[in-house]
């Protein structure tokens, strides 16, 4: 595979269930980021990985929490969402905090 | 606060028309880039510029900096063009700062 891949592409989950999306980049990127596109919202930042370390918090709810093993995955574990998290979820990686590749998103349904 | 904003809001063309879409930012920024998202929600990336013109085939775009805004020019519109055009900025630190976007609609 090339580029950003995610998955899944879609996930429905209930308020209590605990999941994970997972996101790998193949382009030899050093940085990694989590955004999330709600309906009729700009997209907005919710974590950046620099070499694996965290950078960013944008103010995100605990329920979301992001792991990043190395510079070619990054995850992001859900659990006890609620309805208003639903939206579509993208993971992006640059080189050097340049040029940003997104991957085709997740679409997540909390229900 | 810091902004980014496009207009129009929307644009509906007939096939094979010119289109010309804006992005104004309040401040100095690092990093400018144009995307398309499909349908299917996935951000294709156009153009890396935060300064100067690009072509790419029958899209170009031009960023003034000292002026702060950027333009994407798209010629002989098809289609596959349909979809929402996003300009992003980063102004000096991680955060990529998007627009809230031009739904462009092309006619047959």
């Known amino acids: 595979e090339t580029g950003v891949t995610q998955t899944p592409r879609h996930l429905v989950m209930g308020m209590t269930n605990k999941k994970s999306l997972k996101c790998e980049q193949h382009?030899?990127?050093?940085?990694m980021y989590w955004y999330k596109q709600s309906a009729k919202k700009p997209l907005e930042l919710m974590f950046v990985?620099?070499?694996?370390?965290?950078?960013e918090n944008n103010s995100v709810p605990s329920r979301f929490s992001p792991e990043c093993p190395n510079s070619s995955h990054l995850f992001l574990h859900l659990h006890t969402l609620q309805p208003e998290d639903s939206a579509l979820y993208l993971c992006?990686?640059?080189?050097?905090?340049?040029?940003?590749?997104f991957g085709p998103g997740t679409r997540l349904t909390v229900t | 606060g810091i902004q980014v904003e496009q207009s129009p809001p929307d644009l509906i063309l007939q096939e094979g028309a010119n289109s010309t879409l804006r992005c104004n930012f309040s401040?100095?920024?690092?990093?400018l880039q144009w995307f398309h998202q499909n349908p299917w929600g996935q951000l294709i990336n156009l153009f890396y510029?935060?300064?100067g013109t690009k072509q790419n085939g029958r899209l170009s775009a031009t960023t003034v900096a000292t002026e702060r805004y950027s333009l994407l020019y798209i010629s002989s519109s098809q289609t596959t063009d349909s979809g929402v055009y996003f300009c992003?900025?980063?102004?000096?630190?991680?955060?990529?700062?998007f627009g809230t976007g031009t739904r462009l609609t092309i006619i047959p």
């Open positions: 990985y620099s070499l694996e370390e965290r950078v």
């Open positions: 510029i935060p300064s």
């Open positions: 401040d100095s920024v690092n990093n």
């Open positions: 992003a900025v980063n102004f000096g630190n991680e955060k990529l700062t």
């Open positions: 382009l030899g990127h050093n940085a």
């Open positions: 992006a990686s640059s080189l050097d905090r340049r040029e940003q590749y």
